[in-house]
T-cell receptor, first 114, second 109 residues
Framework: DGGITQSPKYLFRKEGQNVTLSCEQN?????MYWYRQDPGQGLRLIYY???????QKGDIAEGYSVSREKKESFPLTVTSAQKNPTAFYLC?????????????FGPGTRLTVT | GIQVEQSPPDLILQEGANSTLRCNFS?????LQWFHQNPWGQLINLFY???GTKQNGRLSATTVATERYSLLYISSSQTTDSGVYFC???????????FGTGTRLTVIP
């Protein structure tokens, strides 16, 4: 089955710890994205990557880091510098050579930091 | 970025009723998508519709790009239509989607 997988589904961490969220896609998409969703809100872009070994900050990149060593994978690290890390995190991908920027989303990871 | 305004913010329908959801953009967009977020948080692609009209079963969407708005029509609503509907657009010349705050739809039997 082609798609986007995110793991884990739920993640609990203590304040001060870094945590890495996984995102993998087998759609052969070039571009990948990380969004954050807070309760009752829309999605906001954290980071995106249009090609391997390259990525750009989105609107709320502070306290986050990413890597793109493989086309299929775009992990997100939530660092201890992120002031309010508890949120729902969604990964997306798109094939920029077809319908430009039509994005498809994974099932999300709910992160709770206490 | 761009501002994306969705209306109404909340909508309660009796099963079988029709509804129209609206999305207004503060600036021109060259990509517009509608999504349905189910109760488990999964975002389901409904339409990629930068302009014109598309239909998929009981759902259809129309985007009038020159007037910077899009409409999502749901006909003969079912309880499984419940959830939050988001529209999102990419500003001309930019790379990322900007999301509205959504319309929360509840369909009651």
């Amino acid at each position: 089955d082609g798609g986007i997988t995110q793991s884990p589904k739920y993640l609990f961490r203590k304040e001060g710890q870094n945590v890495t969220l996984s995102c993998e896609q087998n759609l052969n998409h070039d571009a990948m994205y990380w969004y954050r969703q807070d309760p009752g809100q829309g999605l906001r872009l954290i980071y995106y990557s249009q090609i391997v070994n390259d990525f750009q900050k989105g609107d709320i990149a502070e306290g986050y880091s990413v890597s793109r060593e493989k086309k299929e994978s775009f992990p997100l690290t939530v660092t201890s510098a992120q002031k309010n890390p508890t949120a729902f995190y969604l990964c997306a991908s798109s094939n920029t050579r077809r319908a430009a920027y039509e994005q498809y989303f994974g099932p999300g990871t709910r992160l709770t930091v206490t | 970025g761009i501002q994306v305004e969705q209306s109404p913010p909340d909508l309660i329908l009796q099963e079988g009723a029709n509804s129209t959801l609206r999305c207004n953009f503060s600036d021109s967009v060259n990509n517009l998508q509608w999504f349905h977020q189910n109760p488990w948080g999964q975002l389901i692609n409904l339409f990629y519709i930068p302009s014109g009209t598309k239909q998929n079963g009981r759902l259809s969407a129309t985007t009038v790009a020159t007037e910077r708005y899009s409409l999502l029509y749901i006909s003969s609503s079912q309880t499984t239509d419940s959830g939050v509907y988001f529209c999102a657009g990419v500003k001309t010349g930019a790379n990322n989607l900007f999301f509205g705050t959504g319309t929360r739809l509840t369909v009651i039997p």
